[in-house]
């Protein structure tokens, strides 16, 4: 079989018989011209060279229609370019890109907004199913918390009719909330016991309970009953400072809010000329400051001392405001009156 040697990496190429013109290296893809040779003679290496590939004859080039630039036919991309030429690749390309420009929901509202309404009926009966849980669990806990409360009237019943009334009354105080109609029995027991031990401000505290809840409580003890009188009778001294505090409070607000009216109308009032002095003059200053209120302005000179009013006096001749009235002090006493004119 006749060779031919690479010219780019002098590899030496078994080629068919009968096979001339050009070819490619299938080691460096370089391409080979092949001339006849001579058969070489059988050698172990002849057998272990690589078979040569003929190249096909080239097909016509197509322009990109891009860049105009020649391409092999039937390339999917140009590799002048880099833009793609196969028209289904091409199409899904603008699909994607077209997907990636499409608005999407960034803000919390849109968020919202874009779920869809399955999702929101599902997370509207999660809640509601929650609270209803919380709720369920609450009334069972009041229903375990009034049993557990029924359980130590029970047991403190039990333990009062054995002779063990400290235990008792123990049980009674915990279980008293649940009491109901019994409670005036229990709060009878628990005083009287308090008495008996010597604990007399426990057992105020629970007459004073019982009065609170308006309970009516058979006292039998002569000192449960006298701690009874002296509950109430503080109890009613108590509302009575208390009464009294609000109506102090009370007067208090009415006599600043007819204060502040006074002072209102002090300084809103206007006057005649002469009614204006026969109201200042022989004054000190306390008294002129009640009548009209603190000056826009002061200003002394020696002995005397000058007030300003701005608008308090009328002109008798015109009937229009003056301008100012300027009150005089000599020795701490108003001794003078000048208006002026607008």
């Keep these: ?59 016509p080039a197509a322009a990109c229609p891009y860049c105009r630039a020649e391409d092999r036919p039937g390339a999917r991309k140009c590799k002048h370019c880099g833009e793609t030429l196969d028209p289904a690749l091409r199409a899904a390309q603008e699909a994607e890109r077209a997907a990636r420009r499409s608005p999407r929901p960034h803000d919390r509202d849109d968020v919202r907004a874009a779920a869809p309404p399955a ?23 009041v229903l375990v918390m009034k ?22 009354v123990a049980k009674y105080k915990a279980g008293f909330p649940a009491a109901g109609a019994e409670k005036p029995g229990v709060v009878r027991r628990i005083v009287e016991h308090e008495l008996a031990r010597g604990d007399s401000k426990e057992a105020a505290a629970w007459v004073e309970k019982g009065l ?3 309970l009516d409580v058979p006292y039998a003890e002569p000192a ?54 026969s109201l200042v003059v022989g004054k000190d200053r306390e008294e002129v400051l009640g009548l009209l209120g603190k000056p826009r302005s002061t200003q002394e000179s020696g002995p005397l001392e000058f007030w300003d009013y701005p608008g ?4 008798p001749t015109t009937g229009k405001t003056d301008q100012g009235v300027q009150v ?14 607008l």
């Design 147 to 168: 049993y557990q409360q029924r359980g130590d009237l029970n047991e403190g019943t039990r333990l009062w009719d054995t002779g063990r009334r400290d235990a008792a």
């Design 328 to 341: 005089e002090f000599e020795n701490g006493t108003v001794s003078g009156v000048t208006f002026t004119r």
């Design 1 to 59: 079989m006749p060779v031919a040697d690479c010219p780019s990496c002098s590899t030496r190429l078994r080629v068919p018989d009968g096979r001339s013109g050009k070819a490619k290296c299938p080691k460096c893809g370089g391409g080979v011209t092949l001339a006849p040779l001579a058969p070489l003679a059988p050698a172990a290496t002849v057998e272990a060279l690589p078979d040569v590939e003929v190249e096909e004859p080239a097909a």
């Design 312 to 315: 308090r006096t009328t002109d």
């Design 212 to 214: 609170a809840e308006g």
């Design 224 to 277: 449960a009953v006298a701690l009874l009188d002296q509950t109430r009778r503080d109890r009613a001294d108590r509302e009575a400072k208390a009464q009294a505090e609000r109506a102090a409070r009370a007067k208090q607000k009415d006599e600043e809010a007819a204060k502040g009216k006074t002072e209102r109308d002090v300084k809103d009032r206007r006057y005649t000329r002469d009614e204006f002095r």
């Design 119 to 141: 999702r929101r009926r599902s997370l509207a009966g999660g809640c509601l199913t929650l609270l209803a849980i919380v709720g369920v669990l609450a009334g069972v806990g």
